[in-house]
């Protein structure tokens, strides 16, 4: 018999297949600030990798780096996040398909909103014994709850209403078991999924020798940008120095004024990993918006309405040689 937390799940499902419960957007796709873009193209990526692999559900992998444990230590962070139905935000609550959801997005991973989508992402896992940390683990049919497996049959979950996330027995046999951080290799091949991935996401690797070279990578994988080319706008804008300010009052690593790092939920533009994640958000954004990285570039120098307005890269000496700066930054990076 489906319990209250099935029965929950089982409605929110009923409204995603009538339309009424909206997916959850792509990591990195709030905040607001002077300039910002995420991986151009996505929605082009999107339907190329829906017809390479030619089924639905599959989860959309940007970040081909990450490991089942890296799944599996993203949803720990969200350990003691109270269970609220139908919510994504980790500040109000998370339901548990919202929690492997946030996981994996926080990887640049990108899947399905609800349970039984989610049941059926990446490549089937024939049984527990043989279930990797990070695998989703699928309960019940239809399929009403979900949770990430953490090895030694533990599982990561937001189990029900009055409880919060965190670490349980896997207390009963999965009905669906599935491996997503493997999919991308297994459907369509290693060359092909890179040939598949945005230009503003090749050259994602190592930024071995790069100050913040960890944290880059880092905000890359969680929002969807090149750590490369954050690591080229923070050269340009500060030269990597965390405490720079400017004439006009920008702050920090990525120079962020102190009204664009609000909206962007940065509480402190000298703080590294902070100040990263607010760039990171604010170039997804503008290359979302722009669907250009010269464009992109130009708006965070000077705003997304500057380039608008003049259709282009504005016409302000400024903004007319930092362009090419980051550009020639990145390239030097191998970007």
């Not at 959850?24 to 929605?43: D, K």
């Not at 959309?60 to 109270?82: E, H, I």
């Not at 609800?114 to 992402?121: E, I, R, V, W, Y």
């Not at 130009?298 to 302000?316: D, L, W």
């Amino acid at each position: 018999m489906m319990g209250v937390s099935g029965v929950l799940n089982r409605i929110q499902e009923l409204q995603g297949h009538l339309g009424l419960t909206p997916v959850n957007p792509a990591p990195g796709t709030t905040g607001a600030t002077a300039t910002g873009t995420t991986a151009a193209g996505g929605s082009t990526f999107a339907s190329a990798l829906a017809s390479a692999t030619g089924r639905a559900g599959t989860a959309m992998r940007l970040n081909s780096q990450a490991t089942g444990q890296d799944v599996a230590d993203a949803a720990k962070k969200y350990l003691g996040t109270p269970y609220v139905f139908g919510s994504t935000d980790p500040d109000r609550g998370l339901d548990c398909s919202s929690l492997v959801q946030r996981a994996y997005s926080d990887l640049g991973i990108k899947l399905p909103r609800l349970s039984h989508q989610q049941a059926k992402a990446g490549e089937p896992v024939a049984n527990l014994a043989q279930a990797k940390p990070g695998d989703i683990l699928a309960f019940d049919s239809p399929v009403d709850h979900v949770a990430i497996y953490l090895g030694n049959n533990k599982m990561i979950a937001a189990p029900k209403p009055g409880d919060q996330v965190k670490i349980q027995s896997v207390y009963e046999k999965p009905t669906h078991i599935r491996r997503v951080v493997s999919d991308y290799s297994a459907v369509a091949g290693s060359n092909a999924a890179a040939a598949m991935r945005p230009a503003s996401l090749q050259g994602t690797g190592s930024l071995s020798g790069v100050p913040y070279g960890d944290l880059f990578v880092k905000a890359g994988n969680r929002y969807g940008v090149s750590p490369k080319l954050l690591a080229a706008v923070a050269k340009v804008e500060s030269g990597y120095d965390p405490q720079a300010v400017s004439k006009a009052g920008a702050q920090g690593l990525m120079q962020l004024m102190p009204s664009t790092a609000r909206g962007l939920g940065v509480k402190n533009s000298f703080d590294p990993e902070q100040a990263i994640n607010g760039g990171a958000k604010l170039l997804a954004r503008n290359l979302r918006e722009f669907k250009s990285l010269p464009l992109a570039l130009a708006a965070y120098n000077a705003g997304g309405g500057a380039v608008h307005r003049y259709g282009g890269i504005p016409p302000f000496r400024e903004t007319q040689a930092y362009v090419p700066k980051v550009q020639k930054a990145l390239a030097a990076l191998g970007g």
